[in-house]
Structures are given as structure tokens and as C-alpha cells.
């Protein structure tokens, strides 16, 4: 059976990844920080999974994570990184501090998983890495300068770690998965509301949709060093 890895798996958009994963026949990996109750209930209802507490951002917790998987399942096939967070604000009211958070988790947790991940997955025999950026990382928006930042440069890590992990048969894509009414996006009404009237349908994403995509995209064999828009606002 394979394994799959998805960080920020607890709620919105990663617990409908694992969800949708474990419905076709995954083993997965629920990696959380804070919501463990909620990161519970994901690996409660699709079965054979097991939840990680770890800090994407911190390559030592990555390492104990990767040690874990490893002596449990032996194999890694897929690797999610869906874990981010953002802080909004100004850039001239932006605090270093704040900075530096939302690039730590967003950008070096990606690098993080890639780097200590591709070593299990070399030794599995190759797999799929699916990086989630955000429109933002394409077209920038006001107050979230960091945010934009670190999604736009997971594109550029995206096609460098596709050319350098061909050769493993490990194959590196990206998406942009949309503006979701999950608990971040919620988070920030204004944000959802422009999202919405910029849609050429005037609707938001569905996390389930995307969920359903990573799914089916899974099980292509050719595809590399893509970025794939799941929105309806033109690019």
C-alpha cells in the first residue's frame, strides 16, 4: 500500500487531501502542530493512518518526522506540502518577526520536507511531490507581502527540485488551489470578498474539489515541473 505524507493536515484543505487520499487506498501521514484533537479525528476516519506532531519549519522535527514514517510503513510515495500560514499586514507596519514566521514555515518547510522526504522516496522507488502556492505567488496582494513572497518563491523551489529529482523518478509539481472559506481564508473577509469578484464565475474554490484533483493527478506518470491554477480568475 502506499504512504503518503500530508503536512498541515489537521483542517481546511490538507484534512480534505488526506481524506480524499485515504479513499484511494493510501496509507497517510497526518502531520499537525497545534490542532491534535482535530489531526485525531482525520486519521480516525480514514483508518489505516497515524497523526505526527511536527514543526515544518524546523528541519530537526522533520527529521525525527521522516524517522517515524520510515520505521513504520518503510516507504514514502507521496509527499504533500500543503502546511502554511500567514500573517497579514503593510509592509510598512510589518514586523521583521512576522516576516521571517510566515518565510520559516511557508518556504523552508517546503524546502525542509523536500530535502530530508526525497531521501526515503529515492529509496522507495521515486514518487510525487505536490507543493501548494497561491495565486498570491503570482499576482501579489496588498498586506500580504510575505505571504506572496514565500508562495512565489515555492514555484521557483517547485522547478528546481523537479530537474534535480527526475533522475530518482520523483516527480515535483505545484498548484494553486484558489481563494477556500476555510479557517484561513475566512480568516480574512475582505481578502475572500475580492477573491469572489475577481472570479470569472463568482465563486470561491472547493477544498474538496482540489482534494479530488491531487488525487486524480496522483496517478499520472509523466508530469513534472508543473504549476497547475485551480482558479477562476484569470492568471
Known amino acids: 500500500m502506499p504512504v503518503a505524507v500530508v503536512t498541515g493536515a489537521s483542517r481546511g484543505l490538507g484534512k480534505e487531501i488526506a481524506l480524499s487520499l485515504g479513499r484511494e487506498s493510501y496509507s497517510v501521514v497526518v502531520n499537525y502542530l497545534a490542532s491534535e484533537n482535530e489531526a485525531k479525528k482525520v486519521a ?6 497515524f497523526i505526527i506532531r511536527a514543526d515544518v519549519g524546523d528541519i530537526r522535527q522533520v527529521e525525527g518526522m521522516v524517522d517515524t514514517v520510515y520505521k513504520k510503513w518503510g516507504r514514502v510515495d507521496v509527499l504533500i506540502n500543503n502546511a502554511g500560514i500567514t500573517k497579514d499586514s503593510l509592509m510598512p507596519r510589518l514586523k521583521e518577526g512576522e516576516w521571517d514566521e510566515v518565510l520559516r514555515v511557508n518556504l523552508k518547510g517546503c524546502f525542509n520536507t ?16 505536490i507543493n501548494v502556492s497561491s495565486y498570491s505567488g503570482l499576482k501579489g496582494r496588498e498586506g500580504q507581502a510575505a505571504y506572496s513572497a514565500s508562495k512565489a518563491a515555492i514555484l521557483g523551489l517547485t522547478y528546481s527540485a523537479a530537474r534535480e529529482l527526475a533522475e530518482y523518478k520523483i516527480k515535483v509539481n505545484a498548484i494553486l488551489p484558489g481563494y ?34 491531487i488525487a486524480h493527478f496522483l496517478k499520472t506518470k509523466n508530469v513534472t515541473g508543473q504549476v497547475f491554477s485551480l482558479e477562476s480568475r484569470i492568471l
Open 114 to 129: 523536500i530535502k530530508i522526504f526525497s531521501h526515503v522516496m529515492i529509496k522507495s522507488g521515486g514518487g510525487h511531490i
Open 44 to 49: 480516525d476516519e480514514i483508518g489505516k493512518a
Open 180 to 213: 477556500m472559506e476555510t479557517e484561513m481564508g475566512m480568516a480574512a473577509e475582505k481578502a475572500m470578498e475580492t477573491a469572489r469578484s475577481e472570479s470569472i464565475i463568482s465563486i470561491l474554490s472547493d477544498p474538496k474539489e482540489v482534494a479530488g484533483f
